[in-house]
C-alpha cells in the first residue's frame, strides 16, 4: 500500500513527465530567504537533472553549495528534496547531452553559456 508520501511524490513526476519547465525555489545563501526561477529539467526514472543557465556562476547554484535543500513545484505537485551539485565533467557532459534530447540543441546553446556543473535530484 502506497503512503501519503509516495502518492504525492507520484503525482509529483507525473507532472514533471508532462511540463518543460519547474519552479526552483532555493535558499539565499546571505539572505537566508527563498527565491524562486523557472528552470528547465530533465526526468529520468526517480532521477530529475538540472542545468544551471550560466554553470557555476548561477546564483541559484551558489546558493544551493551553501544548502542543498530545494523545493520543486509543478502543475500545483509540489516537493522538498536535495540537490547533489556535480563538477565531474563526464557526468556535466551527459546531463548537456539529456537536455540538447528534450529542448534541442540550437535552444540549450541559445540560452546555456557554461557548462561545468549541472545538479541531480533524487525523486526517492
Given amino acids: 500500500m502506497a503512503?501519503?508520501?509516495?502518492?504525492?511524490k507520484e503525482k509529483l513526476k507525473k507532472e514533471?513527465?508532462?511540463?518543460?519547465?519547474?519552479e526552483l525555489t532555493v535558499i539565499g545563501r546571505k539572505?537566508?530567504?527563498?527565491?524562486?526561477?523557472?528552470?528547465?529539467?530533465?526526468?529520468e526514472g526517480d532521477r530529475l537533472?538540472?542545468?544551471p543557465v550560466t554553470g557555476s556562476d548561477s546564483e541559484w547554484f551558489k546558493n544551493v553549495l551553501k544548502n542543498p535543500r530545494i523545493t520543486?513545484?509543478?502543475?500545483?505537485q509540489k516537493g522538498e528534496f536535495t540537490a547533489q551539485p556535480v563538477r565531474d565533467p563526464n557526468i556535466v557532459a551527459s546531463v548537456v547531452d539529456k537536455f540538447?534530447?528534450?529542448y534541442g540543441a540550437s535552444d540549450v546553446k541559445k540560452y546555456y553559456s557554461k557548462f561545468d556543473?549541472?545538479?541531480?535530484?533524487?525523486?526517492?
Fill in 3 to 8: 503512503t501519503a508520501t509516495q502518492d504525492k
Fill in 16 to 22: 514533471l513527465a508532462r511540463s518543460e519547465e519547474i
Fill in 31 to 43: 539572505t537566508g530567504r527563498k527565491s524562486s526561477r523557472p528552470v528547465w529539467f530533465v526526468l
Fill in 49 to 51: 537533472y538540472l542545468l
Fill in 72 to 76: 520543486i513545484s509543478v502543475g500545483g
Fill in 100 to 102: 540538447k534530447k528534450k
Fill in 117 to 124: 556543473v549541472a545538479v541531480i535530484v533524487d525523486l526517492k
